[in-house]
């Protein structure tokens, strides 16, 4: 970066100060009010196509849910999209825990119960009224339990892991396990290949997938029909995985015990089997901390190298700055995956007698990538015939 080029990123929502203190202020403006912002970094305001303004190259969402992000307009914009994978896993994991156990003991009620008791003086009294009443506010336990977990990603495995130590049988199933994923799960999670065959042998079942077109609604009437009478559906990934109607005929079915989702609908407010959080599964101080760092760092490398990680539509890259390479310049290209780019891109480059120092380009479904670093600087002329190439979508000079 030079040093008078100022960066600008455009916030959405309250991010965490640990993660905005990585950005130097004599390099970087962040401000909410921005309005040619270079970059933006959000965590669940839905974001419209219409803030996709011309100069926006990157959007980092200081969480793992990017479905508050309009992708393919993103794709098509060459808007290049990140998200924080892990960063908020275990702040989730521990809500998932305090959930199971709310639905599983009287807690709510019993706590309910007590603070109707305030005008009662006579502590003796309470006591005597307490052990004859807590037998309304009986519960069971955990241990010796099943769980089912649906989505075995960064959460799922640590769901998963908690409830095998605090002693329940673990069903898992994830029809698209990545390899890294599978490695990390405890081998005593129970793979089932059959979503149904999980719901009808689980006493809770927890989500932790994506929602996609392929997800929306995946727990249906004919799911809900599927479940073991009985069955605590807890709900920590969106509120669009479920069909809230099936979800409340199941409750008034019997078929579900309990509801517990941190993603609240009219529908389910006020009913004694649901338990509703306002989506607070990310909310702690380590987990905005560890999200805010993450997304800082991968929006920082991306804007000043072009490296990207952790990217939701853009594939992995990195290419090291060649200590040395003296004026050189790197560009960064974004192109439509299809054949010959590189050719004519390196072919424009020759003809300025513009030496390749290093090369980098990789392909993800209908995007390429390319980061070249020069040993001279091209002129505006070639990047504007670079830029103007057919399929060529952003070109960035770093
Ligand atoms: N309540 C909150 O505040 C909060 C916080 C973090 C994440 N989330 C939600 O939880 C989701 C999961 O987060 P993560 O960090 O574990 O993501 P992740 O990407 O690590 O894991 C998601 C897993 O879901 C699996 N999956 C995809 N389609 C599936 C399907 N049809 N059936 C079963 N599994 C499927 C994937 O293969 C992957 O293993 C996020 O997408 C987000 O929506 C909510
Ligand atoms: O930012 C938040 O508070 C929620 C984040 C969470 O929903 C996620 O998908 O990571």
């Given at each position: 970066?030079s ?6 990123i ?13 950005f ?35 959007i980092?969402?200081?969480?793992a ?92 495995s640590l ?33 089932i ?10 006493d809770y ?10 997800t ?51 529908e ?34 991306f804007l000043?190298?072009g ?14 700055r ?68 057919d ?8």
């Open positions: 970066m040093e008078t080029q100022t960066r600008r455009k916030t959405y929502n309250q991010i965490s100060d640990k993660g905005l203190s990585r130097n202020s004599t390099h970087y403006q962040v401000d909410p009010a921005l309005d040619d912002a270079e970059a933006i970094l959000l965590r669940s305001y839905k974001l419209q196509v219409s803030d996709l303004t011309a100069s926006v190259r990157a980092a969402r200081a969480g849910g990017v479905n508050n992000v309009p992708l393919p307009a993103c794709t098509d914009q060459g808007i290049v999209v990140f998200n924080t994978p892990g960063a908020n896993a275990n702040a989730v994991k521990e809500l998932v825990l305090s959930g199971m156990l709310l639905a599983s003991r009287g807690i709510l009620p019993g706590m309910r119960y007590v603070s109707e008791l305030s005008d009662m003086t006579d502590n003796a009294e309470m006591s005597k009224l307490l052990e004859a009443e807590k037998k309304r506010f009986a519960g069971s336990e955990l241990a010796g339990k099943t769980l089912g977990v649906i989505g075995l990603g960064a959460i799922g769901v998963a892991g908690m409830a095998i130590d605090m002693g329940m049988t673990v069903l898992g199933y994830d029809p698209a396990l990545s390899v890294d994923a599978a490695w990390r799960l405890p081998n005593q999670v129970q793979k290949e059959n979503v149904s065959a999980l719901l009808g042998n689980a079942v927890s989500l932790h997938l994506p929602v996609l077109d392929s929306r609604h995946l727990i249906s009437t004919d799911l809900v029909a599927a479940m073991k009478p009985g069955l605590c559906l807890l709900n920590f990934s969106r509120d669009e995985i479920v069909d809230t109607d099936a979800v409340v005929a199941g409750l008034d079915a019997g078929q579900l015990r309990m509801y517990v989702s941190d993603f609240p609908r009219h389910l407010i006020g009913r004694e089997d649901v338990i509703l959080m306002p989506h607070i599964g990310a909310s702690t101080a380590e987990a905005e901390e560890n999200c805010a760092i993450m997304a800082a760092e991968q929006l920082k490398d000043e190298n490296n990207i990680r952790n990217s939701v539509n853009y594939p992995s890259l990195f290419l090291d060649v200590a040395g390479a003296g004026t050189g310049t790197r560009l960064a290209i974004s192109n439509k995956n299809v054949p010959g780019m590189l050719g004519k891109i390196l072919s424009i480059l020759a003809q300025q007698d513009i030496n390749v120092i290093d090369m980098i380009n990789k392909s993800r479904d209908q995007i390429a990538y390319t980061l070249i670093d020069l040993a001279s600087t091209p002129s505006e002329a070639a990047i504007a015939a670079i830029a103007d190439t399929d060529v979508i952003k070109v960035t000079v770093l």
